[in-house]
């Protein structure tokens, strides 16, 4: 069998659903699995579908073509097509901290990521022995003030050659530019150490530990143009008390950033997430 | 507008949700929520459905028959079809214990809980002013070991007078009997104060403080012939020290009850949840 | 036995500890419990006890003197000395809301809070009805532009006259002024719907929902000056979907604001916590 | 400074707290941290002190032998003293699943435990090239039927080489024997992969899957004759859904069984842990 994945977006309508599955139907397709969710506010439609189809008779360029003369242009959908058999490229941007690189490398080699993870680009050489454990490719690109542009050059190209199709920046601690944001809209993943919107920006475990906070968080999201303020994808928590210095602050924190990075990176590798006005639908 | 709620459950086949949507709209019914789940293994579907249909032109008892004709018989369904615009008849049977019992209520009287209840039963008088300041019927029906189907007689001429939907034990300290659960199958919901399996029976709060756990919780499921065992609904749990005693478990169990119980009863009373294999469905 | 708790602050400094227990055994306590924290950073030492005396010898206000005298001024100690036999007074602030008010009062009434509540006040008519089901006196106190100074006029009259030790927010809907603060340090609660730093000030769930947070919370503080700046006591969260509604986040916060409330009331009616650089040490 | 911790457990008295620290003051340590606990029900008193003394006079066998001799007699104490600047030595036990040994060699590998690792012990060859990026021996021992008892003499023999402290069995698939746990009581700290007591044994997922659970869990404790029985040190819960496969608990669990059992290393570390009837005292 084959097996693809549609995730489809469009302003609410009356038979949409019906419209979709029907079709599906007489392309002699099996959905196994559907889920939808309507904004009523906003009066928008979104669905997940995956179907199953029979391998000797299914090209997934006709099934494109087909559908979307047949039921995307009528409904005037934004909607995307997955062969869900093949895994999306994934590029790992780190910095000097190893906790999410480990993370991240130990769930790939043991199977549980459906990912491909064709290299690892960093502005610091320190964590290319991790990477050399896993076999992977490691490119150290420094990042100046003075060779910005230069930089972004390399990444680009990089990023082109290796065919990737998302980012994650696990504790990449460098602002990523326009560029690379434009070229990979809603496709760079980012883990913030705070329970956003709560302390953006720099050092938000000492922020946090400042205010008196009794319970810290973690916040993967998609990177945009604004700092810290994309669309969240996930979030989680964990207590602390007046006994937890800044160190301590940290050292949970990093529990929290691995498990809530890796919850991310395992939803948009299966196609769950769908952004719109700044926020996101997951599908589970 | 008119809403019914569909509850759909068969043997998982090619085609099934393309032939319900279809069905749907060629009865110029507008689907305003589907979720579905398919057990691979046991090889069973299952489907929630919302749909809308023109005040003017809807009767659903006429839906109800041919929907069974047209597709029911066909994919051989379970189904249940409700008018979403009714709202269940709730019978509330308590003892002695008062939180959750003022919890539900003052739930309901906020208009949170989409349900009425048009009576309480218990085998004590001790909380009849709590009735009595919401207002409600409150029925003492002493239970002793003699006069058990005297009782019994009792309660069921009463849930039958008051057209009772389903029950709910909100910590009724009395074991229920075969005949009740027969007459309302997956239709009684229990609140049990452990986190089952662990600590079925008596005294749960005494065995979690003597095994030392460090979590404690509460557990929401159907009343079946085996006590304790029924179809879980709804879980939660919270952390408890070296610190705190018998007395504190039972304090911070109390919490969890009354969470744990609302939560079941808010997915008992908008339909979402589906049994089988003494195990749910809990759409969301 | 007469009981006593003892809070204390000062420099951190060597043989404190061991003055303090000293002390208290010479006097013929006992220590039954005893906790103690040091602000590294600041050198600040925090300690909490309770001491049990024999009922026939034990003079407190002579315990508060020579204490004084004999170790307090030692140290240059903040210090509070409870009598723990004496249940505080508390006066309950409402306005529309009622589902703090049902939660604190069935605590109450089953015997959960160790704390007297003497009088409700409110600046709106609504929630008499609940006060009066619980035979609780009800103040009902306009507050408008124009008569504000003399409402405050009336509310410290009358939280004078009922001897009133702290105060409870619970969602009173109207900014507390500076005179009642001066009056009230670290003795007035509120309850706040957000997780604070995240979403200050008026509608937070609403902004919660269009930021798109997975997760929502709430927060009790003491009432300062600064707006939902105030040092922090509980703190609590839970889950939201993107299928959840802003009534959604509304009901599910209800049940969030009215545990992390109770949580606080009780941390403070037992005195387990200390206030400092608008922070709090929470003994447990 | 040198630093020592100090483990207290004795039938509760009065004024135990007062010669303790009376003791230390006079012996020139200052106490930076002190936690206590009573079970008024076993009248039994539980201490953990830190205290700091002058590295140039304090020699901790002479305090060992005089703490004894003028404190610890007179009270009849169970006690430990350590020294705070001495790391314990822990073995690792591990089988054929990865995400522990990773986990736990990560943390160690930047710092985050306060440990030695001199050896890990595996009855399969599988870990090996794990151990080995980390530059740790890695001694495969095949356990059988047949050879049960000479594999044991060469665990025991390898533990006394390296001075073991204490040993962590990181999902190691096989039963300890008596001969083990005699010569480590307390001392062999277990990773039990469900929410004791529910589902103890083997598969845990899998009847946790078939109980319909809407709550997973994992738990570390110290092993004991008794499996999955022994005192617990800590426990936590993730939730999961009917969409959840067997496959899902399985991956989720690792996350929990991750978290939990390193928890569980550092609190007995730091010698936060004390055990008394088939229960822990967890010092924060």
């Known amino acids: 069998m084959k097996r693809i994945t549609l995730l489809i977006n469009c302003n609410d309508r009356k038979g949409i659903i019906a419209s979709i599955t ?7 397709g099996n959905i196994v699995y559907i889920d939808q969710h309507v904004d009523r506010e906003e009066e928008l439609f979104f669905m997940r579908l995956e179907c199953e189809f029979s391998k000797e008779i299914f090209l997934i360029e006709d099934f494109r073509k087909d559908f979307s003369e047949t039921i995307a242009e009528n409904f005037e959908m934004n909607w995307h097509l997955y062969n869900s058999d093949l895994k999306p490229k994934m590029a790992l941007f780190v910095s000097k901290y190893e906790h999410c690189l480990y993370d991240i490398l130990s769930r790939y080699s043991s199977g549980e990521l459906e990912v491909e993870i064709p290299l690892i680009i960093s502005n610091h050489p320190d964590l290319e022995h991790i ?3 896993f076999n992977l490719p490691y490119y150290y690109i420094k990042v100046t003030k003075d060779n910005k542009v230069e930089a972004e050059d390399l990444q680009l190209k990089l990023l082109k050659e290796y065919q990737i199709d998302f980012i994650v920046l696990a504790r990449y601690m ?3 530019s326009s560029r690379l944001i434009e ?8 883990i913030h150490h705070s329970f956003l919107p709560a302390f953006p920006g720099a050092k938000p475990y000492h922020s946090a530990f400042k205010r008196g906070v009794k ?25 602390v008390t007046h006994t937890n210095t800044i160190k301590d602050f940290i050292l949970k924190g990093k529990d929290l950033e691995k498990i809530v990075l890796s919850r991310a990176i395992k939803l948009h590798t299966k196609r769950k997430v769908m952004v719109y006005k700044n926020k996101t639908v997951v599908f589970i």
């Not at 070229?183 to 980012?190: L, S």
């Not at 319970?215 to 207590?239: C, F, K, M, N, W």
């Open 22 to 28: 029907s079709y599906i139907q007489q392309q002699n």
């Open 131 to 133: 990477a050399k454990s």
């Open 174 to 176: 460098q602002i990523v």
């Open 183 to 190: 070229e990979y809209p809603n496709h760079i993943i980012n």
């Open 215 to 239: 319970i810290i968080g973690a916040t993967s999201h998609y990177v945009t143009e604004d700092l810290d303020e994309g669309p969240i994808i996930e979030q989680d928590i964990t207590r």
